[in-house]
């Protein structure tokens, strides 16, 4: 996949991304641990989660897209974005046309997230 360099494709990206949410939906992985954890310590709902996703900008893009290790087929795009003052790793998984965008990581970030366009 081609890497990102410019603010007009992390655009791009994040307006497909956009898209394919509305017309194919999101599906969040809520049950990993790390997941769970950070929904539980900052009493956010899933409403909470799709407001942040609703309102990601190409300032909170910090990667991406990259090929899926283990579904060849989809790509995978990372934002993060601060909320109640914890940072957040957020992980987006797009696959085939026609199928829901998954979250597979909204979590506290680990490390410092670098945001290339910030």
Known sequence: MKRIKLHEEAELLLGEIRKRINTCGLLFLNHRRSNAQTLADLDMTVADQRKIIDHLTVA????????????PW???????KEYKGVELYIKLSVGLEGTAVVCISFHEAAYPMIYQFK
């Open 60 to 71: 909170d893009y910090c990667g991406g897209p990259e090929e899926d290790e283990k579904y």
């Open 74 to 80: 989809k790509y995978i795009a990372l934002f993060g």
